[in-house]
């Protein structure tokens, strides 16, 4: 279960406004990506609100997860990446996944956290 979470807000995206409200755009946008790190998408799911509207999308991979959230009306996106290194130090693939689709976002501002998962307890530590 160890692994590596990636989360960001972009805040003032200077994307094409079609990546913020367009799911068709957004879900390509996410395979692309998802292909180009050398994860596994394995299914997928996008819902876009009202027209004009932000765009929920979640493409599942073999080693986690990638969720973008949209909200055109202040040019922000909330950014989750999630991968397990089960079988593979999967840590590189994250970090171009995340790259990819932050620079995608062309955001003028961010925060972004960083967090190392399922860490083993030190010897005799409490859950």
Do not use: I
Request: aromatic share 6%; hydrophobic share 45%.
């Amino acid at each position: 279960m160890q692994g590596l979470h990636l989360t960001a807000d972009l805040y003032d995206c200077r994307c094409a406004g079609p990546l913020l409200t367009d799911s068709a755009l957004l879900r390509d946008t996410l395979l692309s990506a998802v292909h180009a790190s050398g994860l596994t998408g394995v299914a997928q799911l996008f819902h876009e609100f009202a027209p004009g509207s932000g765009v929920t999308g979640v493409v599942l991979l073999a080693e986690s997860h990638v969720a973008v959230h949209t909200w055109p009306e202040r040019d922000a996106v909330t950014l989750d990446v999630y991968v397990c290194n089960y079988s593979a130090d999967n840590t590189a693939k994250a970090h171009a996944l995340f790259d990819t689709l932050a620079a995608a976002f062309a955001a003028a501002r961010s925060e972004v956290h960083s967090l190392p998962r399922g860490k083993q307890p030190a010897s005799g530590a409490q859950n």
